[in-house]
Nanobody, 127 residues
Framework: QVHLEESGGGSVQSGGSLRLSCVSS????????LAWFRQVPQNAREHERE???????????TYADSVKGRFTISQDNAKNTLYLQMNSLKPEDTAIYYC?????????????????WGQGTQVTVSS
């Protein structure tokens, strides 16, 4: 059974940094496209989650315009761990962050392409 568990969320002030991790058990990340999504609390439905960053098996990365230059997605296949380094955080980055395994690499960072979700970790950025 696939289980993805995020960690590293928390509360920081504007301009601060956080590093999210997502460890997979029962599932190897190798060869799959992976992504981070976020959900603003008032948009409570899964299909409304916003794609933040994605990484392909060859290391190619994609970012939402709102986080380009501030967030970095990476993975360590040996540890079955996906990371999201978040720098220069802004209050508008406040959300629940979810890691995801994508069913394919050509649909992009869209919720309908997600095969597996993590349980989410809260990130709160205060001004």
């Amino acid at each position: 059974q696939v289980h993805l568990e995020e960690s590293g969320g928390g509360s920081v002030q504007s301009g601060g940094s956080l590093r999210l991790s997502c460890v997979s058990s029962g599932y190897s990340y190798s060869g799959y496209c992976l992504a981070w999504f976020r959900q603003v609390p008032q948009n409570a439905r899964e299909h409304e989650r916003e794609g933040v960053a994605a990484i392909e098996p060859d290391g190619t990365t994609t970012y939402a315009d709102s986080v380009k230059g501030r967030f970095t997605i990476s993975q360590d296949n040996a540890k079955n761990t996906l990371y999201l380094q978040m720098n220069s955080l802004k209050p508008e980055d406040t959300a629940i962050y979810y890691c995801a395994v994508l069913a394919d690499c050509w649909s992009g960072m869209v919720t309908i392409a997600v095969a597996y979700w993590g349980q989410g970790t809260q990130v709160t950025v205060s001004s």
